[in-house]
């Protein structure tokens, strides 16, 4: 169903509707905080400038973080101007763009005036995905081993990529890093106490950053950063990629580090049209290099930019957003800010205090049984998350839920195409795409096995380097036996390899679709075959390679249709012929798809808990949230950019430990000093005991949340239904036992009976005096 403008516009309130309406040659800053409509009045606003303002929608360019926001995005607008419109719209994250517009002019960017050739990175470049990339690292990093054992220096692949990554994400060459390192004085003592041991290792990684970009211009590929890097010398170049923008529009500004900022600057550089919308709140933390300051570089860079503050919350309830500004203004480094919501009323947020990271898992997973009990019919498993800090601490609670029988799913991104099926599969296809790609070449040569020993293909790499060509070259010539001293019965097994790459190749040519090609493939090696022979979960893995070739065939489909409509649409210039092909296309969209969140590709969201970290859950809400290890070193956390309660609409709770097992280590937590400051100023704003939910009572609070999550109320008696359907009442049998040879060991397990079936009473939580310790 279409949503037509005029009652768009009207939804709206007043400062929402001034965004939207802002005159489209007007540089914008929309600034507010969570949940008060930002995403909402941007898509508005693209719609605005194409309908009302008669904006050709390929002209206009809308970036946002992750794939899930573009595609929510995408889907959203579609409700306002329709698929088609939709579809000329350039909306992605940043990587996306440029790697589109790379496709189409180039990566040496088609530049003004003279067309130069670069030998750098040539038109059929890969994009490396960030485990590639780590992978070619820590190859790197190996081989200096040796070197800065002595040194007495520490590095780890993980410190090593995030450094370069955070160097290139500032525009930093390894050059750079390089002609910054500290010099020594004469008596070989550095300045302001810095220890010989970090400027070796600085020295060290500058060097290999070094290396790295020379090994990935030899595999003729660009990692997520380079996109950018690239993309910022293209636009800057190329006056046609230049003129194409009429308008940009970023969601989540606050995300931007300096290369996006100076794309968008790029991008925006002809008609200077810029709208942004961000929360300079949620980014303080610095996560991948985000700078708040790109906001108030702004206003020099745009001498017209505009501000407009929404301060309405739509999503969460007085007490919840009470609660997190509570928490934000603890950092005097925040932007004070107003934020009101029309849901004044509600449950206080509940602060739990557990023995340990186990009693916590459970705590949270009987409460989740508690309210489903309470609450069935309305809110079901997939109204829950548990937001948690870091990937390390969803072991437990993923072992804990399966335990208690609670379906849940884990959103952690990059799963689909890191599997190994997948990525087995995919290296062929790369390697016809560009055969300079050693990743795919070293993944390829021997799957399925064939007998290609580990030495052979070292020496092949040696020879590869030797001559400055690719393995993959050197094989071709050991094959047509231009290279002549290799043993027979190798090269007979290399003659199988180069076979199946080039008959694939050779279907390529003719066109052969990318699903097609990839179903070749498969045939070609023998693929199920080889699974169910090495694989124990090959009936699963096979299920993978069929997801793939739908993954295939539905781009095909599409970019099928995007070819007819630019037939029709001649201004659209995007439409023709961009440097790609199909199947090119495809294998750039499977590496991207890691870019900044990936959907858990594994069935429906809906009947399950989500357990996810903070930074996948940007965006998102969900009627019920939890938030376990409200630690110090841990909450906030400094690599993370958000507060995780503003994700929850009706009813939040807080937990933290008083031991827990962090690398196989038990150590005494602290509660954050962000919260037990809060609690010195405000002891009322969290709740001491869990919300007063029975079964059959309290139905007043059933409408309550019914109200907050604009759901229907239901028969209470569904609570009961849905109980059986999750075998909810067998689980709450199998707790009585531990109930009752717990009732000391767990503190927070009530000393009276419990209400019939939830098994979890009140419980004893914060006294006071505790908080400090
Ligand atoms: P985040 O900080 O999480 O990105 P946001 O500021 O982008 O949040 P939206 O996702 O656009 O907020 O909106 C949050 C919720 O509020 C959505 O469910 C949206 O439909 C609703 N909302 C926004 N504006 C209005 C409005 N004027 N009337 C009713 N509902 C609204
Ligand atoms: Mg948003």
């Not at 239901?714 to 689980?731: I, K, L, V, Y």
């Not at 009752?740 to 009473?761: D, E, I, K, L």
Request: proline content about 5%.
């Amino acid at each position: 169903a279409t949503i037509s403008l005029e009652c768009l516009i009207r939804s709206l309130n007043p400062a929402q509707k001034r965004s939207v309406t802002h005159p489209p040659d007007r540089p914008l800053q929309i600034l507010a905080g969570p949940g008060s409509g930002k995403t909402k009045v941007l898509i508005s606003r693209i719609a605005h400038l194409i309908l009302h303002h008669h904006l050709p929608p390929h002209s206009i360019c809308a970036v946002t973080f992750t794939n899930k926001a573009a595609n929510e995005m995408r889907v959203r607008l579609e409700k306002i101007i329709g698929k088609e419109r939709t579809s000329k719209v350039k909306m992605g994250t940043f990587h996306a763009l440029c790697a589109a517009f790379l496709r189409k002019y180039g990566p040496s960017g088609g530049q003004d005036g003279e067309a130069e050739e670069t030998d750098e990175v040539k038109s059929n470049f890969t994009v490396c995905d960030s485990s590639e990339s780590q992978k070619i690292l820590r190859a790197l990093l190996k081989e200096r081993q040796d070197q800065f054992a002595d040194t007495g220096a520490t590095l780890t692949d993980r410190i090593l990529s995030s450094t370069i990554s955070r160097a290139k994400s500032r525009g930093q060459s390894s050059k750079d890093l390089l002609a910054a390192l500290p010099r020594a004085s004469n008596n070989g003592v550095y300045a302001n106490g810095v220890s010989s041991a970090t400027v070796e290792r600085d020295r060290l990684v500058a060097e290999i950053y070094e290396e790295y970009d020379a090994e990935l211009r030899r595999n003729n590929c660009l990692d997520f950063d380079d996109l950018l890097l690239y993309g910022v010398k293209l636009f800057k170049g190329n006056k046609k990629a230049r003129e194409w923008c009429r308008h940009v529009l970023v969601d989540e500004f606050q995300d931007t580090n300096t290369v996006q900022y100076r794309l968008m600057l790029a991008i925006a550089s002809t008609h200077k049209c810029v709208t942004i919308v961000g929360d300079p709140d949620q980014s303080i933390y610095g996560w991948r290099s985000a700078e708040v300051e790109n906001l108030a570089r702004m206003t020099t860079d745009f001498p017209k930019v505009e501000q407009i503050f929404l301060e309405q919350n739509y999503r969460s309830t007085g007490p919840i957003l009470d609660t997190s500004v509570a928490i934000i203004s603890q950092d005097p480094s925040r932007i004070p800010k107003t934020l009101h919501t029309t849901h004044t009323s509600g449950f206080t947020p509940t602060l739990l205090k557990l023995a340990n990271e186990k009693d916590e898992a459970e705590a949270v997973a009987w409460e989740i049984k508690r309210v489903v009990a309470w609450a069935g019919g309305v809110v079901g498993w997939g109204d829950f998350a548990v937001l948690l800090r870091t990937n390390a601490l969803s072991r437990t609670f993923e072992s804990t839920f399966q335990k208690e029988g609670i379906p849940c799913r884990v959103l952690k991104g990059h799963k689909f195409f890191e599997r190994l099926e997948v990525k087995d599969l995919l290296a062929y296809l790369q390697l016809v795409d560009n055969p300079a790609y050693d990743p795919a070449f070293r993944r390829a040569v021997n799957t399925p096995s064939r007998g290609i020993g580990e030495k052979t293909i070292a020496q092949i790499v040696t020879r590869a380097q030797a001559r400055k060509s690719s393995p993959y070259t050197i094989v071709q010539l050991i094959c047509a036996s231009k290279i002549p001293d290799v043993k027979p019965p190798v090269k007979k097994k290399l003659v199988g390899f180069v076979k199946v790459v080039e008959q694939l190749g050779a279907h390529a040519k003719e066109g052969m679709a990318a699903a097609d090609l990839t179903r070749k493939l498969t045939e070609l090696l023998d693929y199920h075959h080889h699974l169910r022979s090495t694989q124990p979960d090959w009936e699963a893995r096979w299920e993978n390679v069929q997801e793939l070739i739908t993954f295939a065939s539905e781009f095909e489909s599409k970019s099928a249709a995007d070819e007819e409509e630019a037939g029709e649409d001649r201004d659209d210039e995007w439409e023709e012929a961009d440097g790609t092909t199909p199947l090119r296309a495809f294998l750039q969209a499977s590496m991207l798809s890691s870019d900044g969140d990936n959907d858990d590709s594994e069935g429906s969201a809906t009947e399950k808990v989500t357990l996810s970290t903070c930074h996948a859950a940007k965006g998102l809400e969900w009627p019920v949230v939890f938030v376990p290890a409200v630690e110090e070193k841990m909450f906030p956390l400094d690599r993370s950019e958000d507060i995780e309660e503003e994700r929850a609409q009706a009813l939040l709770y807080l937990t933290h430990t008083d031991k827990r097992k962090i690398a196989a280590e038990t150590m005494d937590r602290k509660l954050s000093v962000f919260v037990s400051k809060v609690l010195e100023q405000t002891q009322s704003i969290f709740s001491t005991s869990l919300p007063p939910f029975e079964l059959g009572s309290s139905s007043h609070k059933r409408e309550e949340i019914c109200r907050i999550i604009g759901r229907k109320e239901t028969d209470p008696r569904e609570a009961r239904r849905m109980m059986d359907e999750h075998n909810f009442q067998r689980a709450a049998r199998r707790q009585q036992v531990p109930l009752a040879r717990s009732s000391g060991a767990r503190p927070w397990v009530n000393q009276q009976a419990p209400p019939a079936c939830t098994g979890f009473g009140s419980s004893r939580v914060l006294h006071q005096g505790e908080v400090a310790n």
